[in-house]
């Protein structure tokens, strides 16, 4: 398992920051698709600009 934080900043707000788990093969374009996936639908703000990169825990 490895965990991947995704994180939100707009420049007037504390970023948000959330860490999901993937499996271990998880793809960049699986990845890539549920960070979009979590953009659209939870904080789709305009303004915001994010990333995601990989994390132990």
Do not use: C, Q
């Not at 995704?6 to 504390?14: L, P, Q």
């Not at 948000?16 to 789709?44: K, S």
């Amino acid at each position: 398992m490895k965990y991947i934080k995704f994180t939100f900043r707009n420049g007037f707000h504390e970023p948000i920051i959330e860490t999901f788990p993937f499996d271990d093969d998880a793809t960049e374009e699986e990845i890539e698709y549920e960070f979009n996936d979590w953009y659209g639908n939870e904080l789709d703000r305009a303004g915001m600009s994010g990333n995601w990169e990989e994390v132990s825990e």
